[in-house]
């Protein structure tokens, strides 16, 4: 038997074209779980080891930049506060601050307060009159006016009935209605089915079909139970056919128009 007779129609293995998504291979399930060894990405639910390493030690172990101990502490300065010995110095010593004078009873001068404190006798003066009273606009007692005692538009008194000979308006009556409620012709009679038991219908029409479910459903020949395989055991089955490509498209024969 030669190499044509073995494979049926016109395909043949060749080298694919180009790359294919199903020729390699994903990685697993190595991505899962973290790992059990070593120091990075530990798994944290088992336990770890101690771990050393042969790399010398860094010269800045912490990041703290404190200055330490080099801070020069006075001598008189002690651990409750500074020391209560006298000192002294070669600085002169500075002058004493100045105190509030008050002043006494001969610093007032009381005969030289005039009018403000003494009474004096009206004084005239030939000048003009000062422009700051022909700016007072005070009003006088003419300015005012009382309220009218005649018509409906009295303020504190009871006014007498009027009457006009102007027709009757319809805005502002006392039949005007405001809210525009509507009448009882307004609103639809509600069928008393809604609220109550629907009694029978009957109507003049003919029958034209009996009633029943109009979805065709198959028959008892439409099913094949002999070839029914999953309810009992099935034997090992073989076919003569060759084997494809892993890439081939299945056969769609069953085609639903």
């Given amino acids: 038997m030669s190499d044509a007779d073995v494979w049926v129609g016109v395909w043949r293995p ?20 973290p790992g059990a060894t070593g120091l990075n990405c530990h798994d944290p639910t088992k336990p770890n080891g101690p771990a050393f390493s042969f ?18 502490v006075p001598p008189n300065i002690t651990r409750i506060g500074r020391d209560g010995t006298p000192s002294y110095s070669i600085c002169s ?19 030289k307060s005039g009018k403000s404190a003494y009474y004096s006798a009206p004084a005239y003066s030939i000048s003009a009159r000062s422009k700051g009273f022909c700016n007072d606009q005070t009003p006088g007692p003419a300015a005012y006016m009382l309220p009218s005692l005649f018509g409906p538009a009295t303020v504190n008194k009871t006014s007498a009935p009027n009457f006009s000979l102007q027709g009757r308006s319809k805005i502002g009556n006392f ?23 629907k009694p029978p219908h009957y109507s003049m029409t003919g029958r034209n079909g009996m009633p029943g479910d109009t979805t065709k459903t198959p028959g008892p020949g439409a099913y094949y139970p002999e070839k029914v395989t999953f309810t009992r055991i ?21 085609v639903m128009e």
């Fill in 55 to 72: 790399g010398t030690r860094h010269r800045q172990v912490t990041s703290d930049s404190s200055p330490g101990p080099k801070y020069l």
């Fill in 234 to 254: 099935k034997p090992p089955s073989f076919s003569f056919g060759v084997r494809h490509s892993e890439f081939i498209v299945p056969l769609i024969v069953d």
């Fill in 93 to 111: 010593r500075p002058k004493d601050p100045y105190l509030f004078q008050s002043p006494g009873p001969g610093h007032y001068s009381p005969e």
């Fill in 175 to 197: 039949n005007e209605d405001l809210q525009k409620s509507p009448g009882p012709g307004t609103y639809r009679v509600v069928d008393p089915c809604i609220y109550k038991n």
């Fill in 14 to 33: 060749h080298k694919p074209r180009g790359p294919i998504a199903a020729h390699y291979s994903g990685p697993g399930p190595k991505y899962a779980l």
